[in-house]
């Protein structure tokens, strides 16, 4: 279960589960979806991870 935003919490599929706890989907945490765009404006801090689970 992890919370959304927009529909609040969420239930993932098992199978779901196992794809984001891989190493290469975590990697993603590490990631910035913007770029250098957060030192300019700190609250860009959006990465990879957050985009990919939608």
Request: proline fraction near 7%.
């Amino acid at each position: 279960i992890f919370n959304d935003p927009i529909h609040g919490h969420m239930e993932m599929h098992p199978l779901l589960v196992k794809i984001t706890d891989t190493p290469q989907f975590q990697r993603l945490r590490r990631i910035k979806q913007l770029g250098g765009t957060y030192l300019v404006y700190p609250g860009a801090s959006h990465n990879r991870f957050e985009h990919s689970l939608g």
